[in-house]
Nanobody, 124 residues
């Protein structure tokens, strides 16, 4: 059974940075990619970015492109979300998720397993 555990959230001022981590255990060989999503209060969960399991491909939402970077450490079975130049509108609970589908990584329905989420709050 796959388990995903996010960490690294917190409170930061606008313009600051945070790095989120997502530890993965029990991954199956059908895993194709890891995604990051976020959900603000009273809003739909939205795509942030994704990385292929090999790390060869990354894909970002327009709203975070150029500010956020996804990377992975195979040895630690961990995926990271480096968030720079944070804005108040980035405030949300951030989730990592895992998918065995080779396409449509921006669609939350494509993901099989999710972490519990970590809160990111950006003050103005």
């Amino acid at each position: 059974q796959v388990q995903l555990v996010e960490s690294g959230g917190g409170l930061v001022q606008a313009g600051g940075s945070l790095r989120l981590s997502c530890g993965v255990s029990g991954r199956s060989f059908s895993t194709v990619a890891m995604g990051w999503f976020r959900q603000a209060p009273e809003k739909e969960r939205e795509f942030v970015g994704a990385i292929s399991w090999t790390g060869a491909r990354t894909y970002y939402a327009d709203s975070v492109k150029g500010r956020f970077t996804i990377s992975r450490d195979n040895a630690k079975n961990t995926v990271y979300l480096q968030m720079n130049r944070l804005k108040p509108e980035d405030t949300a609970v951030y989730y990592c998720a895992i998918t065995s589908v080779a396409t449509s990584w921006d669609q939350k329905l494509m993901y099989d397993d999710w972490g519990q989420g970590t809160q990111v709050t950006v003050s103005s």
